[in-house]
């Protein structure tokens, strides 16, 4: 199993960026997906999930309403689509894939990582 993140970048304030996630091996194991994102100092924060049967979401209250998360099957692909971006926003973001739960804010209990992808947003 792999996963690949990718569309980071640098971006003012208020600005939008979309990430995706692609996938390959046995993807058809996961229960769930989710982005989570870790700023320098701090620990590994739950942001957004997204249920791979149903596709049914789950949002961190700090990102409700500005961020979207959404899966294509058909591409065994997740993005994360971030609207009106806020300086406390920049961190690294991880996808993850868990096996064992369809839903839950621990990183512990996600079973494979992507490398991650930096998110800079200036003020």
């Known amino acids: 199993v792999q996963l690949q993140a990718s569309g980071g970048g640098v971006v003012q304030a208020g600005g939008s960026l979309r990430l995706s996630c692609a996938t390959s091996?046995?993807?058809?194991?996961?229960?769930?997906m989710a982005w989570f994102r870790q700023a320098p100092g701090n620990e590994r924060e739950f942001v957004a999930r997204?249920?791979?049967?149903?596709?049914?979401?789950a949002y961190a209250d700090s990102v409700k309403g500005r961020f979207t998360a959404s899966r294509d099957n058909a591409k065994n692909t997740v993005f994360l689509q971030m609207n009106s971006l806020k300086p406390e926003d920049t961190a690294v973001y991880y996808c993850?894939?868990?096996?064992?739960?369809?839903?839950?804010?621990?990183?512990?209990?996600?079973?494979?990582w992507g490398q991650g992808t930096q998110v800079t947003v200036s003020s």
């Open positions: 993850a894939a868990s096996i064992k739960v369809a839903f839950s804010t621990t990183p512990s209990f996600y079973d494979y």
């Open positions: 091996g046995r993807t058809f194991t996961f229960r769930s």
């Open positions: 997204v249920a791979m049967s149903g596709g049914t979401t």
